[in-house]
C-alpha cells in the first residue's frame, strides 16, 4: 500500500463492498428503439394524359373532338390563359423568367412544407451515433460545455479487415449538466447588473428584461441523462461481439464512478442504455425483460482518498493557477471588442470582459438545461422545453464563439493538460490500471491508485472484456496527456489565435493540428480502448498461416476519432502492439513525477 492511502484504505478494506450499488432497473422507461429516418413520398399527384396533353408547346393543338361542349367552354379558356403563362410569347421571355423566379421560394416553402407534415419521425438533434448536430457552428464551439458529437476521423474508426475485438474499455464524461454553484454565482450576478441597471435594451437583447434564471447547480440535466442512455446504446453497438450473455453478470461490463452524484447518475442513465439495446437486441426481441442486476463500483472523492479518476492528492498540481493565469491574459487581448459591442446593447450598464464571458457561458448551460429537441419540430430561438439553443447565443456571432472556443482549451491545456508540467502525473495511476487491465496482470503503481481496491478481485477484475469508467473532464484531461496523445501538438497561445482553430474536425485537422478541448473532453464525451486480435503473416509472403501467432494490437478513439498512438511505432490504422504500447508507457509506469507533488 502506497503512503497516499494512509487513514483511507484502512477503512476500505474493511467494508469496502459498502462501495457497490446496484444498478439496473432504474431508468426501464428507457426504451431502445432504433431510430428510423426514412420516409416515402406521398402517392398522387401526378398528370393525367388530359393534363399533359393540354399542356403542349408550339402551338400543337389538343384532340378535342371527343369533348362535350360544356367542356370546351370555360376549361378552353383556363387552357389558353394556362398555355400563355407557360409557353408565352416569344417576346415575353422577360415576364417568363421573373414569373419562374418568384415561384422558385413558393416550391421551396412547399417542400419544406410538406416535409414537417409527412414525415413521421422528424430528425434527433442527438443521436446515439453522431451526438449533437444541430446548430453546429455554434454548438461544437463550446468548449468542455459542448454537448457530445462525434468527431470526424482520417482513419476510419471501424475494425480493421482480419481483426476481431478482444477488450474495450469506455473512460466517460459525465453528461450534460447545470453550472457549478461559482459559475452559477457569476451567471446570476451579471443578470442581476443588467436587469437592475439597465434603461434601454435593443432588439436583440430585450428577452433579458423579462428572462428568469432558474437553472439548477452542478448536477446532471435532462439532457445529460439522454446523452448517457444514448452513449449506452452506442457502446452496445459497437461492442455487441464482447457483450455474450445479459444473464451472466461476468459477461457485463465492470462499471466504476467517481463519488460524485452527477458522475454515478451518468453511469446509471449508461447502463440503462446499454441494457436496453442488449435486450431489444435479442431474439426475439426482450424488451418486455427487466433490465440486468449489476453491481457499480463508486470510488469517493474525499480530499484524501486515492481515486484514479478525480484529482486532488497532489498538493503542487491542486495549487497551480497557470491555467487561470492563460485565460486571464487572453480575455484581457481578445475580449474588449466583444464587450465593446455588446454594450451597445444597453444603456444605464457597462459590462466588463468577465460578465461578458458569463454571459457566453450562459448560451450552452441555457440549452443543455432541456431535453434535446427534434431538428424538424423545434424553433431554432423558442422560449421552453423544445428550444434548440439558448437565445442568449444569438448576442453573438460564429468568431465571438471561435474566440470563446479557444478560451476554453486555454484554460484545460495550461491548467490540466500539456502546458502543465504535472498534468500528466495525474493520470499516471489510471493508465497503470489500464495496462493491468489489457495484459491481465496485478496493478503496479505508487500514485493515486488505492491497493485495497485494486488487489481485490471483486474490486478489480482482470477476466472482463468490456469496462465503463465514469469521471470528470479534468481528469480525463491528465489521463489523456499520460498517454501521450498530444504530443507534437503546438504550445497554445494566450494572446493570439491561431487561422487554422476555427476550423473543425471536417477539414481534415488532427489532434496534431491544435488542440481543441471540444474534440477530447464535451459533455459525455468519452474515450474507446480497444484491443484486437489480428490475422499474422510473420514470414512476409502474404498469406495468412494458422500455425503463426496472431498478434494483439492496442487503439485508443476520442469521440469516435482514431488518435495514432505515440513512442510505440503505430502502424497507418493508429495502433500499437501490445508489448510495445505498455513498453511507450514508461512514465507512468515510473510513476510520472509524484515526487514533486509534495516537494
Known sequence: MNTATKGTTSRASSAFT???????????????????????????????ESQTQALLPNGES??????????????????S???????????????????????????????????RVLSPNPVPC?????????????????????????????????VPDGCRLTFAQVLSRHGARFPTPGKAAAISAVLTKIKTSATWYARDSKFIKNYNYVLGVDHLTAFGEQEMVNSGIK???????????????????????????????????FTTGLYSALLADKQPPSSALPLPQQ????ISEAPTANNTMHHGLCRAFEDSITGDEAQAKFIAANFPPITARLNTQFRGVTLSDTDVVSLMDLCPFDTVAYPPPSLTTASSLSEGPNKRISPFCTLFNPQDFTIYDYLQSLGKYYGYGPGNSLASTQGVGYVNELLARLTRSPVVDNTTTNSTLTGNEETFPLNRTVYADFSHDNDMMGILTALRLFEGVSPMSNETI?????????????????????WQVPFAGR??????????????????????????????????????????????????RLGKFVESMEFARKGGDWGRCFG
Request: negative net charge; aromatic residues 10%; contains cysteine.
Open 18 to 48: 459498502s462501495l457497490f450499488r446496484r444498478v439496473g432497473g432504474w431508468g426501464s422507461q428507457h426504451k431502445y428503439s432504433p431510430l428510423d429516418h426514412d420516409g416515402e413520398a406521398s402517392e398522387g399527384g401526378g398528370t393525367s
Open 62 to 79: 389538343t384532340d378535342d373532338d371527343n369533348l362535350d361542349e360544356e367542356s370546351q367552354l370555360q376549361p378552353q379558356k383556363q387552357r
Open 81 to 115: 390563359l394556362l398555355y400563355r403563362l407557360v409557353w408565352g410569347d416569344p417576346n415575353k421571355i422577360f415576364v417568363k423568367l421573373v414569373m419562374l423566379l418568384l415561384m422558385v421560394p413558393l416550391f421551396s416553402y412547399l417542400a419544406a412544407a410538406s416535409i
Open 126 to 158: 442527438d443521436t446515439p451515433e453522431l451526438g449533437y448536430q444541430c446548430d453546429r457552428k455554434t454548438t461544437h464551439t463550446w468548449g468542455q460545455y459542448s454537448p457530445f458529437f462525434s468527431v470526424p476521423s482520417e482513419i476510419s474508426p471501424s
Open 235 to 269: 457502446l452496445y453497438q459497437r461492442y455487441s461481439s464482447l457483450i455474450r450473455d445479459y444473464t451472466d453478470p461476468g459477461s457485463l461490463p465492470f462499471v466504476r464512478a467517481s463519488g460524485q452524484e452527477r458522475v454515478i447518475a451518468s453511469a446509471e442513465n
Open 295 to 298: 453491481e457499480m463500483l463508486i
Open 498 to 518: 491561431p487561422e487554422k482553430y476555427g476550423k473543425t474536425g471536417d477539414d481534415g485537422l488532427t489532434e496534431k493540428d491544435l488542440f481543441k478541448v471540444g
Open 527 to 576: 474515450v474507446y480502448f480497444e484491443k484486437m486480435v489480428c490475422d499474422s503473416d510473420a514470414d512476409g509472403d502474404g498469406k495468412i498461416d494458422e500455425n503463426e501467432e496472431k498478434e494483439e494490437m492496442v487503439r485508443i478513439l476520442v469521440n469516435d476519432r482514431v488518435v495514432r498512438l505515440n513512442g510505440c511505432g503505430a502502424d497507418e490504422e493508429g495502433r500499437c
